[in-house]
């Protein structure tokens, strides 16, 4: 860090100088430096994820310090809040970027050296047992891909009870990392004034964790309507399609995903995997990357094919990596990389296009107007949201038949698409799960510190309140459930902005099929129209430089609103009811 001095010494001799040239001598170098320590430390963690081994964890670690040092540095710190003293005399584009200082220095402030490399100890050590966690089945291994599989597929309720569980032996290995972490994220929050780690996180929405735990209720108020159609349809199938009563909450090795986040595989004409058959893996992620070109958005880089790491680890290779799909601003510029392990079906069509939307971004901030500081969403659902809209766009019927997925006669059943995406993880059992369990339960954790023996207790009852989802039999607490998601680990306080994304995404989706293509939003093609993606682009090229609120009014004209999603699903809603006649609706 030899040049922290340095940082110092043009802080003071600038005394003098007008306020704004202070901040832009002081932000230059800030900016300059943090490009170079990002590119430093994606490097180690990239290596440290697509190849796990102690060595490239010991080398991500040694980064993480190095970076904590830089942004955490005291001297940052007091420039950062002496110069927004007189926010009003600046620019308001230094004064985010100064925010972003103060917010960057809050991960890891180094008034307390101590705590901050603890922290990256327990960080480091936590994502190495995640990353190389194995999964075992009757003793045997089983990988994340062959669990998810079986519970996409396996119609035997004891296989997928004894699959399930065995998805839920990774808690127990995490949980201890997780308590320590939990005391580590809340004291680094403390030394920026931050009450605990979630409110730390819910800053960058310029929100406390009060009205971010409302905005999700208010999300789940809105849609209980359809959630409790779409839950009273889904159990009477489910109990038909394993010859079960009707239970009053949904048994969580019924459904498909390992969290219940999404229950895909209940519409089988929707169920589109036999049409990858034919398709390579490569395939995929070339088609991905066509349709953003079609929009007018330059190819990837080169090194972006070069460098990724996009498919599973081959059958005899050793080295193991994170299963989790990613997509990663290596160097705030065109270093652009991502961590999938996609294979030629449904589920990996659609991530590729999702994951290609955050690299989009990334390519559309990465420009001179937009400072290495701001070159992030305007807050941090943004960028989901963008993946997820895209997510939405790839699975409508006119984009599947102009990629020769599905032929150009195909008879199409809307009901059973439109059931498929309110299912998926766009839909209202997803908002149940992430506004509801995941964000009651690391708001809990983190603002009011529940107490470790008392988390998986916690867990089950919001998964059951919330979602109307049981476990097959008791969980006590000697697991711990909610580790076994991977962002408890490694992506703390920050799921509510999936939700957020969600909302979001049907407000862009709305706004394009109606006002650009002039399209049904549910039956529409974004596919080769250059004003979609001038559209597009004027919200990704802002980066962070402006307020979240007002990028999201200037290009929609609303508030951040459930409206369109409701509008979206409101055909499938009238169906349910009918479906649904004489049924009893929810679970008390
Ligand atoms: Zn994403």
């Avoid at 010494?9 to 007008?18: G, H, I, K, R, T």
């Avoid at 929100?207 to 409790?228: K, S």
């Avoid at 790491?309 to 601003?329: F, I, M, Q």
């Avoid at 999938?340 to 559309?364: C, I, R, T």
Wanted: negative net charge; contains cysteine.
């Amino acid at each position: 860090m030899l040049f922290l001095p340095g940082v110092m010494v043009l802080a003071s001799a600038q005394a003098a100088a007008p306020l704004q040239e202070r901040a832009d001598r002081f932000l230059d170098v800030v900016n300059a430096t943090y490009k170079a320590l990002v590119y430093v430390q994606s490097q180690a963690q990239w290596d440290a994820a697509t190849d796990v081994t102690p060595e490239h964890d010991a080398a991500a670690e040694v980064a993480g310090k190095a970076m904590a040092a830089f942004a955490g540095n005291p001297a940052l710190i007091d420039e950062a809040k002496a110069l927004l003293k007189s926010r009003n005399d600046l620019r308001p584009t230094s004064v985010r970027q100064l925010e972003w200082v103060l917010l960057n220095a809050a991960e890891g402030p180094m008034t307390n050296p101590k705590l901050v490399g603890e922290r990256i100890v327990a960080e480091t050590q936590q994502a190495s047992t995640l990353n190389a966690f194995a999964f075992k089945l009757d003793g045997k291994p089983i990988t994340a891909n062959q669990i998810d599989n079986t519970l996409g597929k396996s119609r035997d309720l004891e296989e997928r009870r004894a699959v399930w569980e065995a998805s839920k032996e990774s808690g127990a290995a995490l949980k201890p990392g997780l308590v320590k972490l939990q005391q580590l994220r809340n004291g680094v929050a403390r030394e920026l004034d931050y009450p605990d780690y979630f409110a730390l996180q819910v800053a960058k929405y310029g929100m406390t964790t009060d009205e971010m735990v409302r905005l999700q209720d208010g999300f789940m108020r809105e849609l209980r309507p359809l959630y409790l159609q779409l839950h009273t349809w889904a159990k009477h199938e489910l109990a038909k399609r394993y010859g079960q009563p009707v239970p009053d909450r949904i048994p969580a090795h019924w459904i498909n995903n390992r969290w219940s986040q999404n229950w895909t595989g209940l519409v089988d004409a929707a169920n589109l995997d036999d049409r990858f058959k034919d398709k390579s893996q490569e395939w995929i992620v070339k088609t991905a990357e066509r349709f953003y070109i079609g929009l007018g958005f330059d190819p990837l880089p080169a090194t972006f094919w070069t460098l990724s790491d996009l498919y599973p680890v081959k059958a005899g290779e050793t080295r193991k990596k994170n299963t989790h799909a990613s997509c990663w601003h290596m160097d705030l510029e065109n270093d652009i990389r991502s961590l999938q392990s996609v294979e030629p079906n449904d589920y990996w069509f659609k991530a590729a296009h999702h994951e290609l939307g955050h690299g989009y971004y990334f390519m559309s901030y990465a420009r001179p107007d937009v400072p290495p500081l701001l070159r992030t969403g305007a807050n941090p659902s943004f960028h989901e949201g963008m993946g997820e809209l895209i997510t939405l766009a790839s699975a409508q019927l006119p984009y599947l038949q102009s990629t020769g997925i599905l032929p150009k006669d195909y008879k199409a059943d809307p009901t059973a698409f439109l059931l498929e995406e309110a299912f998926a993880n766009s839909g209202a059992p997803f908002i149940f799960w992430a506004s509801g369990t995941m964000t009651h339960w690391e708001a809990d954790v983190y603002a009011k510190n529940l107490p470790p023996d008392q988390w998986n207790a916690r867990w089950w009852q919001y998964v059951r309140d919330f979602q109307g989802v049981e476990p097959p039999s008791p969980r006590g607490e000697e697991y711990c459930d909610a580790a076994t998601k991977t962002h408890i680990n490694d992506t703390p306080a920050y799921y509510y902005s999936y939700a957020i994304a969600q909302v979001f995404k049907f407000q862009l989706h709305d706004h394009i099929a109606r006002k650009i293509l002039k399209q049904d939003p549910r039956s529409c093609n974004y596919a080769d129209n250059k004003e979609v993606g001038a559209f597009l682009k004027g919200i990704m090229e802002k980066g962070a430089t402006e307020d979240w609120r007002k990028v999201l009014r200037d290009a929609t004209g609303e508030d951040l609103s459930t409206r369109a999603m409701v509008e979206y699903f409101k055909p499938l809603m009238a169906w349910l009811e009918k479906q649904n006649k004489g049924r009893k609706i929810g679970w008390d």
